[in-house]
């Protein structure tokens, strides 16, 4: 597991766990690779930006196995991070931590979705029981993870994205932008 903080302990008191790519970027079947494959949706900076002002922190939780599948290097993997987290931030976001699994499904890391080690590990730094948070993805191994973990799961279908399928067709109520899932959330009910 690869974990990027940008401060001790965040100072938020809710906290919103999402998938990277296919939430925030358009995910790609062969992988953000550079910086010039990586695009940020509108609505996922204008989420970000509603939750920041909300007082919602949030936290990354993203399977990147394009490192250890030789496909992505690690000078352009942090290089992709740090630009989504200034885009982010220019568009009056806030993202505190990211934690990230480099590992391919077949080296059965611990850490991995839908394995819920990332989750809870961020729950931990957040301070926070994970059954008081969600977690936002656009595939079936996120709403796996999420309740592996004991968080509630929201799926995402953007439809046409690489990766989404699975969760389209399973069933579940799936929300086709990241501001129509942040706005669904019942905080006071958890």
Known sequence: MVIWLSCPQPQNSRFLLLDRDGILNVNRPDYVKSLDELCLYPDALEALRFL?????????????????????????????????IRKVERHGGSIPAAFYCPH????????????????????????IEPG??????????????????????????????????????????????LMDAVLSIRWGKL
């Open 52 to 84: 920041k002002r909300e007082d919602v922190g949030v936290i990354l939780i993203s399977n990147q196995s394009g490192i250890n599948r030789g496909l992505i290097g690690w000078d352009d993997f942090w290089a992709i991070h740090e630009d989504v």
């Open 104 to 127: 391919r499904p077949d080296e059965n890391c611990k850490c991995r979705k839908p394995a819920p080690a990332m989750i809870v590990a961020a729950c931990r730094f957040a301070g």
């Open 132 to 177: 008081r948070t969600f977690f936002i993805g656009d595939r079936e191994s996120d709403m796996t993870a999420a309740k592996n973990a004991g968080c509630r799961g929201i799926a995402l279908c953007r439809g046409g994205d690489a990766g989404d399928t699975d969760v389209r067709n399973s069933g579940r109520p799936c929300f086709t932008t």
